[in-house]
């Protein structure tokens, strides 16, 4: 069974909804979901350039007025390019 946890970080600049989305994500079990709740505008690209790093996948992506919905899949093993991006972005 899949879980949903849910964030909700309406009223939240930016970078916090990037960084507490990633800090959330570490704790969201392998094939479960995550549900992001925002309003800053800067999040509809900083959330998808996270989850393309982190080899996660975006399951949808939902805009109602000021309010941004993101739901996000955790992916079961990140792969080796991930991987390598990864430790690439940690010495940088």
Known sequence: MTDTTKL????LKCPLPALKTRKALKSVKPGDR???HCT???SVIDIP???QETGD????????????VFLIEKAS????????LQQ?????
């Open 77 to 84: 093993a990140a792969s080796p390019a991930v991987a390598a």
């Open 40 to 42: 800053d505008p800067l």
């Open 88 to 92: 690439s972005n940690r010495d940088s």
């Open 34 to 36: 995550l549900e992001v």
């Open 57 to 68: 996948s975006v399951e949808i992506t939902a805009q109602a007025g000021h309010r941004i």
């Open 8 to 11: 909700d970080l309406t009223g």
């Open 49 to 51: 350039h996270l989850i």
